[in-house]
């Protein structure tokens, strides 16, 4: 392994050639200046971490964040240059390095709205940091990086930036700062005809003080922001030079492939080795607490020898778990219906199932290793890099800061690569540590992939409401087992009872968060029941929406706005339904109506989904485009298609032909409008998931009178027969 230092690491995290760098370190009281800086920081001029101008006028960003697809890097870096008055077209992007420095405290800015006094911003700020620091937190998921970091983080690197390249420019011409204009990455001098690139002062505005509070753009004046620029990412993806864990490669580096105890808490009894080790190219086999693995000159060898092997697992007790046991224990935990006022005109009760799901990301786990004594390099793709260096430490009985982790692009997240689900590191850091000082690639197979992931979990909600003479709604309560809270089971309608209440049910099978989260089940459950009540009442599932939200105008508009983009109300064909379904979550409001049409046989075809979207502002208007279409694409998937089923303890699923992923044949067209509001910055990668599911099982009913009330939608007959 190449012997490094941190004061090296951290040069490498620096942009080399002069110039300077700014973090918003500087003005929230987190860490000195210098702190991160390399050895002749004073010859460079160099400040700290986030912003660097070199003398070529080139201004890379140093993003606290990863890139798995969703664009976060170059939305992040429109909000620094906007408020820079940087030239985009000499703007550059780079992912910061996994040093506790670079820890990201500003998700929790994000998750609490953005709601704190001005005068407690810096304090704030600096206390988040603080603990993402100790807690080596640098993560990106949540749909947090542009609401927390982008707003409060970015955007005021990029206005200190600005000051003090102003600062630097009228010093130099001895000039009043104020008759310095900054844009297109020059300063200039309107009544002196002097001017100077960023680069050439670069060196000169290192030697400014950081100011603490640099004035921010009205957003009216906005250049960068609001329109569609190409993201920085896609070259490199198009052109084949985007790297990603699986890609990576070392001199004289092995490949690893494992077979994990299929049943969760299962530990390894027993394996004969010997047939594997007789084989072309292997190395070794590493025995494991909780799995078995082959180490080859290439990954197919690995492979081949890991199927001659035999191993016994135990099944940690687990062995009678099914799909059928843990529902019949979810429904005995929910029990009967809840309660609703006597004297009601009609009563409605449903029940709505929901399955285990995998986060089934194209690119599987992947991770490359070397370990010598007590240091390690680890290579992988991971939605916060602090973390991951951490989880191999534990693995290896080490300091954190004796590990040095290379993040690359992931090929897809969705919570699968998020804190507390690095088994993949743990797992290939002591396969590594069998091998040391060897380099070794461990590659997860699709199979390992599905069948040992952190799942999204299953739920079970039984609902009951009211309706008056009139058909007004009185109350609408639900109990629920899988999980939930506060956001995911919010209803935003004018219900004078209305309440949703957990009921515990343990089971074995290894959770985690999955793309939107608790939101993804609820806003089935939710918005599946409050069309049924539309029904029940004799009306029109809009209007009865509508109708409800008279105290919730962003509801009301999105609301709006989606049903008329879809044309609600006008007439379809036979055997052609619209169904509608909005929900709140990270902050962002998403109406969605589905246009389907279901044959007299019961084959279904999604023809159109239309998206609402209040997300408060919009950075890159292409890119959050993008963030919709793909959030209803990944939804569609799994309301359709996708279930993780249980039996003897495991996992039934194996690969894509069980596990199945809607085709572009099978994609509908997805039309998307976005509300500008006063609201803070919402989150878009994950809140167009949650309508989808309920806007198809609405539309299905409007189509064939079926209600489907379990997913994957699969499951559910939908032959049909007579006029609806």
């Known amino acids: 392994m190449n012997k490094w230092t941190r004061r090296a690491f951290i040069g490498a995290g620096t942009v080399a050639g002069g110039g300077f760098l700014l973090g918003v370190a500087g003005f929230t009281f987190a860490p000195g200046r210098h702190s991160l800086v390399s050895a002749d920081a004073v010859d460079k001029g160099q400040l700290t971490t986030w912003i660097t101008v070199t003398p070529d006028n080139l201004v890379t960003i140093l993003i606290p964040h990863c890139e798995m697809g969703q664009g976060t890097p170059t939305a992040l870096a429109m909000m620094a240059a906007e408020e820079l008055e940087a030239d985009w077209s000499r703007v550059r992007v780079q992912e910061a390095p996994a040093l506790d420095a670079y ?7 994000a998750i609490g709205g953005g709601y704190v006094p001005a005068v407690l911003g810096r304090g704030v700020d600096y206390g988040t940091y603080k603990i993402a620091e100790w807690f080596g937190f640098q993560v990106t998921g949540g749909s947090t990086a542009v609401r927390g970091t982008g707003e409060y983080g970015m955007r005021v690197a990029g206005a200190a930036a600005k000051e003090m390249l102003l600062a630097a420019a009228a010093e130099q011409w001895g ?40 004035a921010l753009k009205n957003p009216d004046s906005f250049i ?37 105890a299929p049943v969760q808490g299962g530990t390894l009894v027993s394996v004969d080795t010997t047939p594997a080790e007789s084989m072309p190219g292997v190395k070794k086999v590493v025995k494991l607490n909780e799995a078995v693995a082959v180490v080859a ?59 285990f799901l995998a986060h089934a990301t194209m690119e599987p786990m992947a991770c490359t290793a070397s370990v010598e004594g007590d240091r390690a390099e680890v290579w992988t793709g991971v939605q916060d890099p602090l973390n991951a260096r951490s989880a191999a430490a534990k693995a290896l009985g080490i300091d954190a800061g004796n590990v040095r982790l290379t993040n690359f692009m992931l090929g897809g997240g969705f919570g699968r690569r998020l804190p507390f689900t690095f088994d993949y590191v743990d797992l290939a850091v002591r396969v590594a540590k069998a091998m040391s000082p060897t380099p070794v690639k461990t590659i997860w197979t699709r199979e390992n992939d599905l069948q040992h992931d952190y799942y999204r979990g299953a739920a079970l909600s039984r609902h009951a409401g009211a309706l008056d003479a009139n058909g007004v709604p009185l109350a609408a309560h639900s109990n629920y087992t899988g999980g939930g809270d506060s956001e995911a089971v919010f209803m935003p309608y004018a219900i004078a009872a209305k309440d949703a209440e957990e009921k515990k049910a343990a089971h074995p099978i290894r959770l985690g968060q999955w793309r939107s989260v608790l939101n993804s089940q609820h806003g089935f459950f939710k918005e599946s029941f409050i069309d049924e009540m539309a029904h029940a009442a004799g009306k029109d599932p809009f209007e009865f929406r509508r109708a409800l939200l008279g105290d919730q105008p962003r509801f009301k508009a999105a609301l709006e706005k989606a049903a008329a983009m879809a044309g609600w109300g006008t007439a379809l064909p036979q055997g052609e339904g619209r169904g509608i379904a909005i929900c709140e979550s990270f ?5 969605e109506v589905a246009h389907v049409a279901v044959s007299a046989d019961g084959r279904l075809k999604v023809l159109h989904v239309y998206a609402a979207v209040d997300c408060g502002d919009v950075v ?92 994957p939608i699969k499951n559910t007959p939908l032959k049909w027969a007579g006029v609806i």
């Not at 820890?103 to 800015?109: D, E, H, K, L, T």
């Not at 006597?342 to 709505?352: E, F, N, P, R």
């Not at 902050?587 to 109406?591: F, L, M, Q, R």
């Open 103 to 109: 820890a990201n405290g500003y998700v929790i800015r």
């Open 175 to 214: 000039v009043p700062v104020s008759e310095c204009v900054a844009k297109g990455s020059r300063v200039t001098h309107a009544a002196s005809g002097r001017g100077s690139t960023f680069g050439q002062l670069a060196r000169a505005a290192a030697t400014q003080p950081v100011p603490t509070s640099p």
């Open 224 to 260: 960068i922001r609001r329109t569609s620029l190409p993201r920085l990412d896609l070259p490199a993806k198009v052109d084949g030079s985007a790297k990603y864990a699986i890609d990576f490669t070392t001199p004289g580096m092995l490949y690893a492939a494992v077979e994990i």
């Open 297 to 355: 000159d290439s990954f197919w060898r690995a492979r081949r020898a890991l199927a001659a092997l035999k191993p016994e697992f135990s099944d940690a007790g687990h062995g009678d778990v099914s799909t059928a046991s843990i529902f019949a224990a979810f429904d005995k935990a929910l029990g009967a219906p809840p309660e609703v006022p006597k004297g009601a005109a009609k009563i409605v009760t449903a029940d709505y199932r929901a399955p």
């Open 587 to 591: 902050g962002t409001i998403v109406a």
């Open 620 to 711: 890159n208007l292409d890119g959050a485009t993008a963030q919709v279409e793909g959030g209803i694409i990944f939804a569609l998937s799994a309301a359709l298609l996708s279930e993780i089923t249980i039996a003897r303890g495991r996992v039934v699923e194996t690969n894509f032909r069980d596990y199945p992923m809607i085709h572009i044949a099978d994609a509908p067209k997805v039309t998307t409008a976005f509300i500008r509001s006063d609201a803070p910055l919402g989150g878009l990668g994950e809140p167009p998931v949650p309508p989808l599911a309920p806007a198809l099982a609405n539309a299905i009913h409007a189509a064939t009178g079926i209600r489907v009330r379990e997913l």
